[in-house]
């Protein structure tokens, strides 16, 4: 069974930094690409980025690029996201979603319960 | 980067109706697009991959359509459990970009 693990939400400072995981078993971990997805609070979902199974091909929402690090630990089956910078608007449920392919252009399967990300002071 | 636009923003029908969703892109997408059910406090949950390809466990009520930049979710008998929000996404590419969402309701 498929199964995705978020972890590390929190609440934090306007400027600060947080460090998401998402811990994966039940797949090939590296043979596929995953994306973190979120959703603000009453709101619609948001692609935030998306990692290939090598590890070497991300890709960003215009709104984190610079901000967000994605990554991945295909030894510890691990999906990490390393945001700084954090706003107000950053404020969301983060979701670790499995895309159906190695490279991430496919629909996303399976997703993970979500972590509360706060930002406020 | 590629927009996406679903129609209505929510809607309300009775039991045992036909409901239609639509979903506008505004370049061509070919068939890379995908339909999410996301139900009150859940995780979003796959539908349709391909504009067309049910995902497995998916009741065959649901069915999606299209290609291109016209693409519609159709529910053919409403059910009480429908209720939720669906999205459709494009996928081919980043940005994997969300529509805003159909809400569907009860009448």
């Known amino acids: 069974e498929v199964q995705l693990a978020e972890s590390g939400g929190d609440l934090v400072q306007p400027g600060g930094s947080l460090r998401l995981s998402c811990g994966a078993s039940g797949f090939t971990f590296r043979n596929y690409a995953l994306s973190w997805v979120r959703q603000a609070p009453g709101k619609g979902l948001e692609w935030v980025s998306g990692?290939?199974?090598?590890?070497?091909?991300?890709h960003y929402a215009d709104s984190v690029e610079g901000r967000f690090v994605i990554s991945r630990d295909n030894s510890k089956n691990m999906l990490y996201l390393q945001m700084t910078s954090l706003r107000a608007e950053d404020t969301a449920v983060y979701y670790c979603a499995k895309s159906g392919n190695y490279l991430g252009s496919a629909s996303f399967d399976y997703w993970g319960q979500g972590t509360l990300v706060t930002v406020s002071s | 980067d590629i927009q996406l636009t679903q129609s209505p923003s929510s809607l309300s029908a009775s039991v045992g109706d036909r409901v239609t969703i639509t979903c506008r892109a505004s370049?061509?997408?070919?068939?890379?697009l995908a339909w999410y059910q996301q139900k009150p406090g859940k995780v979003p949950k796959l539908l349709i991959y391909a504009a067309f390809t049910l995902q497995s466990g998916v009741p065959s009520r649901f069915s999606g359509s299209g290609s291109g930049t016209d693409f519609t979710l159709t529910i053919s008998s409403l059910q009480p459990e429908d209720v939720a929000t669906y999205y459709c996404?494009?996928?081919?590419?980043?940005?994997?970009?969300f529509g805003q969402g159909t809400k569907v309701e009860i009448k």
């Open positions: 996404q494009k996928y081919k590419s980043a940005p994997q970009t």
């Open positions: 370049q061509d997408i070919s068939n890379y």
């Open positions: 990692i290939g199974g090598g590890g070497g091909n991300t």
